[in-house]
């Protein structure tokens, strides 16, 4: 076990390129089968640093294989782009005309509150099925969690009525 | 352009690619390929499955370019990649059995150099035969590739001790073979063959 470990403290100097510690060269010096590990392990290393030479010539197939990648990245590239605007641009309509419906009619609305909580949740009701389904679709799972939210906050607000 | 991108350092040319740069990689290709394609042969020990994997380590490598960090050395990171791409290869792989590396001869080599040419081979040939995946790769990576612990450890996914240890049990084993057949290969203290 002392000597395995002795070895281990060997192997771990070489891959520090530190040299020995005095208390493990005084054991190298005294016991022959570490002294043979020491100086294979040594040798070894000299030798495996010249691996053997190999020489693919495989450079043109590799760029070839890279710039055919590179050519199907860009398209695949500019639906994302093209999705994104679509999405940012319905959600943007959608939230401009919740405002604009939510404020022109804040001030006939004021005092009735909950008449007003109705209509937004009619009207956000009516949106999926009334807006084009061409801003819709690319926007069915959003509007299915603003719909549950407003659903939630229909029973909260109903809930907390007196 | 080409000669250009020469003078600069992995990870500058990394950003460049990262930037759209086609030619920029390419010269990370041209320093890497064979690199690349000797770490992957020498472990599965089939020209086809190695070239293949060391293409597809570069279109990868290409790919994933976004993620690279320039910060850190792109060398371990692409060699990460290599070992990733080539874990089924390498998996396959019958100890003892592959064919012989595609060779480069140089007849300007001097004897000596030759001669020490051939011990190595020899030695990585018994490597081979001899370690499991795991060791075998950090041997390479130690000594063909000259990286540092930390390196390794990041290539292998493993921690910096569990290198250490691969690296004794591979130093260990080999010394132990070497022993028991001396005969093919007696190294004096200059690590020549007799």
């Given at each position: ?162 | ?144 590739e000259d990286m540092d612990i930390a390196q390794i450890a990041r290539v292998l996914g493993k921690t910096q001790t569990h290198v250490k240890v691969l690296l004794f049990r591979a130093r260990h084993k080999l010394a132990a073979d070497w022993q028991t057949a001396p005969s093919t ?10």
């Amino acid at each position: 076990m002392i000597s395995w470990l002795a070895k281990l403290r060997i192997s771990t100097a070489l891959d520090a390129g530190k040299p020995l510690p005095e208390s493990l060269r005084r054991a190298i010096a005294t016991d022959p089968e570490l002294a043979y590990f020491a100086r294979r392990a040594e040798e070894m290393g000299q030798a495996l640093r010249t691996p053997p030479p190999v020489a693919p010539a495989m450079h043109d197939s590799i760029m070839r294989a890279v710039r055919a990648s590179a050519r199907r990245e860009q398209p695949r590239r500019a639906p994302v782009a093209a999705w994104w605007w679509v999405t940012t641009g319905a959600v943007a309509a959608v939230a401009v005309v919740f405002i604009w419906t939510t404020r022109a009619r804040q001030a006939s609305l004021r005092g009735q509150s909950l008449d007003g909580a109705r209509m937004v949740l009619e009207l956000s009701e009516h949106l999926p099925s009334d807006m084009p389904s061409f801003v819709m679709s690319p926007l069915s799972n959003e509007w299915a969690l603003v719909d549950r939210n407003l659903q939630d906050t229909k029973q909260v607000l109903l809930a907390s009525l007196p | 352009m080409a000669h250009e991108f020469q003078s600069l350092s992995d990870e500058s040319l990394a950003r460049h690619s990262q930037a759209g740069d086609l030619a920029a990689f390419e010269e990370l290709v041209r320093r890497y390929e064979n690199r690349i394609y000797a770490f992957v042969f020498q472990s599965c020990g089939r020209d086809a499955d190695a070239r293949e994997v060391t293409q597809d380590t570069f279109v990868r490598a290409f790919e994933a370019i976004a993620q690279f960090d320039p910060r850190r050395p792109f060398v371990s990171w692409l060699f990460a990649i290599a070992r990733r791409k080539g874990i089924d290869c390498f998996r396959s792989r019958i100890p003892g059995e592959g064919e012989p590396a595609p060779e480069e001869i140089d007849a300007d080599d001097p004897a000596e150099l030759l001669a020490r040419r051939e011990e190595a081979q020899d030695l990585w040939r018994r490597a081979r035969r001899l370690l499991p995946d795991g060791q075998f790769q950090s041997l390479w990576l130690r000594y063909a590739e000259d990286m540092d612990i930390a390196q390794i450890a990041r290539v292998l996914g493993k921690t910096q001790t569990h290198v250490k240890v691969l690296l004794f049990r591979a130093r260990h084993k080999l010394a132990a073979d070497w022993q028991t057949a001396p005969s093919t290969m007696v190294l004096t203290a200059k690590g020549v063959n007799l």
